[in-house]
Structures are given as C-alpha cells and as structure tokens.
C-alpha cells in the first residue's frame, strides 16, 4: 500500500506532538499552582482585571479558586487553569450553588466553567456570596 | 524558479529546540511548560499547516495575477539577482511590522492573530501556535506592494519563511538579554517577551518580527523592564485548553458583536480595535493603559504588586 507523502508526514507530526506533550507530562513540567494567601489572591485580581482591588476574599483551602469583591460589588472568579489562574468578573450569566460548606460558582461562560470553592466557617458566608452572585444584574445592583 | 520551503527544512529544528528548551525547564523553571498548553500549542501548529495548504491558493492566485502588473522587472531568472534576495527580506520584513500591526490594532485580523497570544505560556511551543484563519483576513493586501516592485512571489514567501524561522527562537524565557548591538537592531526574546505581555505598560508594544528598528522608527518600542513580573496571554485568558475555541473564540465573539450590534456599528464592530464597543462597556487596551497611567501618576502612587514575583528579573541571569 502507498501512502502519500503528506498523509504520512501529517501522522508523523501528529505523533511527535503527542510524544512532546507525553514527555512534557513525564517531566512533571507545569508543578502544581495554588494561590498561597488572600494577598496572592489579591494580586492575581489585579492582574486579572488592571486596578481592581479586593475588599473582600473568599479563598479555597486547596489554593485552586478564590472569590473576590470590590468597593464597587463587581464579583471576581478565579480558577486554576494548568499552572496558571485565569479570571472573570462575573455577570448576570453567572449562578452560585451552596451545599454545605461549599459553594459552586458557574461563571456562565461554557468554556471557562465554573470553580468550587469551600470555606472553613460557617456556611452563612458562603450564603451571602452565592446571594450576591445571583442577584447581579438584577435592578438593585444595577 | 526555486521550489524550495525553508520552514520544512527547520521543523525538524524545532522539535530540538523544543526538546532542549524542556530539560532547561526541568532544571530551572518546571512552570515554563505545561503539557496540556504544550499541547495545544502543537496542535496549532500543524493545523495551520493544514489550513495554509487549504486556504493559501486564493492569496497564491492574487500574487502571482499581481505579478503580471510589476513595476520592476528582475528578468525571468529574477533568483539569481543576488541583491533583490536582501532587499526583499528587509522589504518583507517592513511588511510585516504593518500587517503584525494590524493584526493587534483590527479585531478583524486580531481573531485570526490572537491564537498566537492565547498562551499563559512563554516557551518555543508557542512560537508554533500559528493561525489557522489568516487566509480569511486582509492580510495579503500588505505584501502587494512588494509584488507590485518586481519581487517574485516565490521570493516572497522564501523570505517570509525565514523570518518565520527567526522568530521561532525568541519565544523563550531561557535567554535573558542579548549583547547591547544586538538588542539595538534585532528582534530578541527580551523584546518579543515584551510583545506577548499583557501588563498595561506592555500592551500593544513591539510587533517586530526581525528588525526591532521598526518599532523605533513608528513609536511603538518598549523595552522589557526588570522592575514588574512578566504576565502572558491575552487580557481575557481563555481558562480553556479546548483547541477549536482556543481558534475560533475571537470569530465567534467579534461576529455575534456584529449581530447584535445597531446597523451604524456593525462595521466598526469589524475594524476598530479589539475591546471597542459602541457604548463603551469594555476596555481596549488603549483604556487599559490609560487607567494604567493615571494611577502611576505622583498623586497617586500605587504600589508595584508584582515585582518581586519576576524570575526575569533576578540579576543579570537568564531566568
């Protein structure tokens, strides 16, 4: 059987990209991003959207996801994405679950999805986060 | 004529590189790579083989009825003018600080461009993440000029190819600085870090692609600074690793922009920068820096958050 020419070199580059990535994994390169503290949590905020400054911080024990808020209400969502963090600030599409002493944060955008956040306290807290998501964009925070 | 490809003489090249640059990783920075961003990366870059040898015949055509109008004529053994081979790639390269330019500066050339920006990542695979769209853009408009001379298309594209292969070896946090001559003139990994920046000061900043002396020329140089911790990516970070949105994310937002949008802002939805909206409801990064600006100012000195976070900038070292 003859193959051609550009068959065959479009299977050898399919399989040399999966082997870099492979060796990537085996090398262990990426290491295991978490957001240390609030401060980090507030920095990363900053860098996520330029000049916004955190009053409020809800982290994750595990350092994967943090919730944040500032002076004006905007709500921020960030979540680990491989070794690195991505945010949004979330609208009106987003939604807020709590079950106990945790809270899923969807950030209405289908890519991006969602985070899970839990919270050592007491799950009031977590309460008035997820109230304060759902109601964005309704008139009373307009 | 010369039927002769230098890029695919140098992908072999570049899985070396790449190879070499992941044990330096190993070593120094472990989160210089990621597989899965490593990944996607790749599979950018043989997707936009892919969709080259698909779409490219349209631009191919325009060039060479072009050709037929120039207004120098090298002869037909134009090949062997060894100065036009010089003169061309300098030329091209001109050309291409125009359509980079604009490929920032137009949402319309910004979705098929911002592919080669949606990495967090800095390393030789993103040099690879090339676009899959950009025969669907303007973009060969910018090298009609340069048919329209005299320069054979065949030469074009050779010396296009080159300048690709040169900028491959930029996109690397491996180097740090190079000699003062060479970062004065040349495109180098410190100035390209620069470009896939999206800290304000950076933005929109050094879309050489060989000479940095374009930017210098046109006003949009900004050398890399030891002070604030590089950020990668794109001012929106996808968060997603899922390779089709990671290509057509931008498509789809700038045309559902032009749907919705009243009938007097559809165009500028297509040609105005990336971030513009009619009522002004998202930033541009020209309003990024701006706010960016304002709050360096002496009345109001916001701290640097960052600058004790950037591996670039621990002594003279590579980082």
């Given amino acids: 059987m003859e193959i051609h020419p550009q068959l065959l070199i479009f299977a050898i580059s399919l399989i040399a990209i999966f082997a870099l990535a492979a060796l990537a994994k085996v090398m262990r390169l990426g290491g295991d991003a978490r957001i240390a503290d609030e401060d980090e949590a507030r920095r990363l905020?900053?860098?996520?959207?330029?000049?916004?400054?955190?009053?409020?911080?809800?982290?994750?024990?595990?350092?994967?996801?943090?919730?944040?808020?500032?002076?004006?209400?905007?709500?921020?969502?960030?979540?680990?994405?491989?070794?690195?963090?991505?945010?949004?600030?979330?609208?009106?599409?987003?939604?807020?679950?709590?079950?106990?002493?945790?809270?899923?944060?969807?950030?209405?955008?289908?890519?991006?999805?969602?985070?899970?956040?839990?919270?050592?306290?007491?799950?009031?807290?977590?309460?008035?986060?997820?109230?304060?998501?759902?109601?964005?964009?309704?008139?009373?925070?307009? | 004529?010369?039927?002769?490809?230098?890029?695919?003489?140098?992908?072999?090249?570049?899985?070396?590189?790449?190879?070499?640059?992941?044990?330096?990783?190993?070593?120094?920075?472990?989160?210089?790579?990621?597989?899965?961003?490593?990944?996607?990366?790749?599979?950018?870059?043989?997707?936009?083989?892919?969709?080259?040898?698909?779409?490219?015949?349209?631009?191919?055509?325009?060039f060479i009825e072009a050709y037929e109008y120039r207004v120098f004529d090298f002869g037909a053994e134009w090949w062997s003018v060894w100065w036009a081979w010089p003169l061309c790639f300098m030329l091209d390269d001109l050309k291409y600080y125009w359509v980079h330019r604009a490929g920032h500066r137009i949402r319309w050339m910004w979705a098929a461009h911002v592919n080669h920006h949606s990495s967090q990542h800095y390393n030789l695979s993103t040099a690879l993440r090339q676009t899959w769209t950009g025969s669907f853009?303007?973009?060969?408009?910018?090298?009609?000029?340069?048919?329209?001379?005299?320069?054979?298309?065949?030469?074009?594209?050779?010396?296009?190819?080159?300048?690709?292969?040169?900028?491959?070896?930029?996109?690397?946090?491996?180097?740090?600085?190079?000699?003062?001559?060479?970062?004065?003139?040349?495109?180098?990994?410190?100035?390209?870090?620069?470009?896939?920046?999206?800290?304000?000061?950076?933005?929109?900043?050094?879309?050489?692609?060989?000479?940095?002396?374009?930017?210098?020329?046109?006003?949009?140089?900004?050398?890399?600074?030891?002070?604030?911790?590089?950020?990668?990516?794109?001012?929106?970070?996808?968060?997603?690793f899922n390779l089709l949105w990671s290509v057509f994310h931008e498509w789809i937002g700038m045309l559902s922009d032009i749907w919705r949008a009243p009938w007097k802002h559809k165009l500028s939805y297509l040609l105005r920068e990336p971030g513009w909206t009619h009522d002004g409801s998202r930033d541009t990064s020209d309003t990024i820096r701006a706010r960016w600006l304002a709050r360096q100012s002496p009345a109001n000195p916001a701290s640097n958050p960052v600058a004790d976070r950037n591996p670039i900038a621990d002594g003279h070292e590579a980082a």
């Fill in chain 1, 45 to 142: 905020a900053d860098e996520v959207s330029d000049g916004f400054v955190a009053e409020q911080v809800a982290l994750d024990p595990s350092g994967c996801a943090a919730l944040l808020k500032d002076a004006e209400g905007r709500i921020m969502l960030i979540k680990r994405h491989g070794n690195q963090f991505a945010g949004r600030i979330l609208t009106k599409d987003a939604k807020a679950e709590v079950a106990t002493g945790t809270i899923y944060i969807d950030s209405g955008e289908r890519q991006f999805g969602g985070a899970h956040i839990e919270h050592d306290e007491a799950s009031v807290s977590l309460s008035i986060w997820a109230d304060a998501i759902n109601r964005l964009g309704r008139p009373e925070d307009a």
């Fill in chain 2, 137 to 240: 853009t303007f973009g060969l408009l910018f090298a009609l000029p340069l048919v329209l001379l005299g320069f054979h298309p065949a030469m074009i594209a050779i010396c296009g190819g080159f300048n690709l292969i040169y900028q491959f070896w930029i996109h690397t946090e491996a180097i740090n600085r190079m000699p003062r001559w060479f970062e004065a003139v040349m495109n180098t990994p410190s100035h390209h870090r620069v470009h896939h920046a999206t800290n304000p000061r950076y933005l929109d900043r050094n879309y050489a692609g060989v000479f940095i002396i374009w930017d210098k020329m046109f006003g949009t140089f900004e050398p890399e600074t030891d002070e604030e911790r590089i950020r990668y990516g794109i001012v929106k970070q996808l968060g997603s």
């Fill in chain 2, 1 to 62: 004529m010369p039927d002769f490809s230098p890029t695919q003489y140098a992908i072999p090249l570049f899985v070396i590189a790449v190879l070499a640059e992941m044990l330096w990783s190993r070593f120094r920075r472990p989160d210089a790579y990621e597989p899965k961003d490593t990944l996607v990366s790749l599979a950018f870059g043989l997707g936009s083989t892919i969709a080259g040898t698909l779409f490219g015949g349209f631009a191919l055509y325009v």
